[in-house]
Each structure stands twice: as structure tokens, then as C-alpha cells.
């Protein structure tokens, strides 16, 4: 009964259907938001008592992929795999090890301070607790309007733009007068929507904006990002661990394990015609409301290897029930299905 309801109320999040303006260029080709190049981001891991680098942590490896604008790109692992670390180096937020990122048209790893600080402006990014974000001390007013005052622009004002920004994101106006404690946890979280909208930006970088939210709240929240994006126009990355949220909100997935994509293609032949081993993993524990239509549970067998230490050839090789002598002396390399070019697999036997 609970996962009937569960599917009636991520059901309704088709009310508002999905909207994919894409930008074309002057020839009609679909045109990249965002494009992120054999991005690599390893973090040193120190020790004794010089505190001499004895490691890195591979939590980005050699990760490519584009957006396009309008679209949503969902992007799902496990906890660890480095997807908010993915998000954190398109925001300019941490300096790469290599490779580059290119959104809206400039490469982040070669801006100033400057223009990051303008690049900001239309890239924003929505957190998993918003309690977080928000300073404990200051009203709601109070924290959106540090943003008008942080990044001011032309012809536009806090005051000029509060009411309809409220509007936008379905809080009263007298909110603005409370403080944070006094918001339940999906109110807490359209305010973070509202500071990210604010800013009117192409692009935002949701880092598992609902996890934290009871799954009716959650499915207002998602149809609240389905809403802006197409009043606005904007561009989504929303990274999740949850394979069903992200199955409502997405064009596109693209599928994580230890700092690499292992699959990325539309987000229907995802849940169709899966091709890795791992994301039919995943697949296989989403709940279902008929029994009938119930996959059979793949249980993973192991834990997760450290990203410290990944294993040689294919990651997955430890966990993986297909794995044999190629998997663990060869990396696969994320290659298209001979059927579509746009579905894209890193596995050996399956692809
Ligand atoms: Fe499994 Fe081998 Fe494919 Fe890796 S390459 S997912 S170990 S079958």
C-alpha cells in the first residue's frame, strides 16, 4: 500500500511535464550549457608527523559529459562516488587536478576571482539541508537580500523583485519577517531555491535537494524545480543517490561508481534498457507497486572499495557477478551502444 502511494504521489509530478527548450546555433545544432572535459579532481591524503602526502583520493576520474541548455541531467551513485564533488568543480567551488569545465561559454579552471564571482551569478547551486545555508540569525529578508547586496545588478533591487521572487517559489510575503527554525523542512528548502533564483541564473546545480524531506514534501519541491525551469528556462544538474527521484526530474542520467560514469543515456532507456551491471543494480532496488512487474533484487556482493585504492581494470570488478580476467587487468572506457550513439556504457561485456 505505502509503495502505491509512493508511485501516486511521484506520479503527480507529471502534471507539470518536462520542458526541453534546447538552444540551437545558427546552423539549428543543439548547443552544450556545459561541458565538462576528462575532468579529474584528486584530494591528497597526508599523514605522520611532517604530514607528507601518502595518497590521493580519486574522487573525480576522467569524467566527460555535456548539457544542454533547458535540460536536466540527472547524475546518481552511491554516497562516495564523487558526484558532489563532481558539482562542486563545475561551480568553481574546488580547483581541479585536470581537465576543464566550460559553462556558458567560459572555461571555470581559467577565470580570476572576478569572474567567478560572476560566473556565480549564473550558476547557483541548491544544498541538501538548507538549514545549513541559511544563517540561524538572520530572517528570511534578511538572507536573500545579502545576495541582491553581494552581487548587485543593474536596474534590479531586492525591493523591485521581492514579492514576485516569493511568488515564484509559493512562500507568503510574510515569511520574510521569520527566521529559519520557524520554517518546516520543505519551506527551509524553497528558500534556498528562492536565494538560488534570486540571481537569476542558466544553470543550477541541485546537490540532493530532497534527501533530506519526507517523500510527500519531496515530490513539491521537485515539481517546484519542474515549474521554475519552465517559466525561466533553466538548466539543471541534480545529483542524487535516489534512482526514482531522479527518474521524475531528468532528461538524461548519467550514472556514477568510484569518481567515474559508467553509463550515461536518456532517462527512459535508463530504466528501460540498462545496460551496466551496477545501474541494474540499482534499478533492481527501487520499490514497485505491482508485484508482478517487480525485478528481481541483484544484491551487490562486498562493499564499496576505497577511492583511495580503487581496484585495477574495471572498478566495478570487485562487485560485479559477470566479472572475469579482462575486467580485472582492463579498464573498459565509457563507449557507445552500436544501436544509439547517445547511450554510453563502460563495461566490457555489456555495451
Ligand atoms: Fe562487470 Fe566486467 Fe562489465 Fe566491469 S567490465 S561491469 S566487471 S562485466
Redesign the pocket.
Given at each position: 500500500m505505502f509503495f502505491v502511494w509512493l508511485d501516486m504521489v511521484y506520479s503527480s509530478l507529471f502534471f507539470f511535464g518536462k520542458f526541453t527548450p534546447l538552444i540551437d546555433d545558427r546552423q539549428g545544432n543543439i548547443m552544450p550549457i556545459i561541458e565538462v572535459k576528462n575532468l579529474k579532481k584528486y584530494f591528497p591524503v597526508t599523514g605522520g608527523i611532517f604530514l607528507r602526502r601518502r595518497g590521493w583520493v580519486y574522487a573525480v576520474d576522467d569524467v566527460s559529459f555535456t548539457v544542454n541548455k533547458g535540460e536536466t541531467l540527472g547524475i546518481v551513485g552511491e554516497s562516495g562516488c564523487g558526484k558532489t564533488t563532481l558539482g562542486r568543480c563545475i561551480m568553481g567551488m574546488y580547483d581541479f587536478t585536470h581537465g576543464e569545465v566550460v559553462a556558458c561559454n567560459q572555461s571555470v579552471s581559467k577565470m580570476n576571482l572576478t569572474q567567478r564571482k560572476k560566473l556565480a551569478l549564473g550558476l547557483q547551486m541548491i544544498f541538501q539541508d538548507p538549514f545549513e545555508s541559511l544563517d540561524p540569525r538572520q530572517t528570511v529578508g534578511q538572507s536573500l537580500e545579502e545576495k541582491y547586496l553581494i552581487h548587485p545588478r543593474a536596474g534590479i533591487s531586492f525591493d523591485s523583485d521581492i514579492d514576485k521572487l516569493m511568488d515564484q517559489v509559493g512562500l507568503l510575503p510574510d515569511s520574510l519577517l521569520k527566521y529559519p527554525h520557524e520554517f518546516s523542512g520543505g519551506q527551509r528548502q524553497r528558500i534556498g531555491i528562492a536565494r538560488a533564483v534570486s540571481m537569476e541564473p542558466d544553470i543550477i546545480i541541485c546537490d540532493e535537494p530532497v534527501s533530506a524531506l519526507d517523500v510527500s514534501v519531496q515530490s513539491k519541491i521537485l515539481n517546484l524545480l519542474l515549474e521554475l525551469q519552465e517559466k525561466i528556462g533553466l538548466t539543471y544538474i541534480f545529483i542524487s543517490h535516489d534512482l526514482s527521484v531522479v527518474r521524475h526530474i531528468s532528461d538524461r542520467i548519467a550514472v556514477m561508481y568510484l569518481g567515474k560514469i559508467?553509463e550515461i543515456a536518456d532517462a527512459q532507456i535508463i530504466y528501460d534498457h540498462a545496460l551496466?551491471?551496477?545501474t541494474n543494480a540499482l534499478l533492481s532496488a527501487i520499490p514497485v507497486p505491482d508485484p508482478e512487474l517487480k525485478k528481481q533484487r541483484i544484491i551487490l556482493k562486498g562493499e564499496v572499495p576505497s577511492v583511495e585504492n580503487p581496484p585495477p581494470?574495471?572498478?566495478?570488478?570487485?562487485?560485479?557477478?559477470?566479472?572475469?580476467d579482462?575486467?580485472?587487468k582492463t579498464e573498459?572506457k565509457l563507449f557507445p551502444n552500436k544501436n544509439d550513439s547517445s547511450h554510453l556504457?563502460?563495461?566490457?561485456?555489456?555495451?
Open positions: 559508467v551496466h551491471p551496477y581494470g574495471c572498478r566495478f570488478n570487485t562487485r560485479c557477478g559477470y566479472a572475469k579482462l575486467c580485472r573498459p556504457t563502460a563495461c566490457h561485456f555489456f555495451s
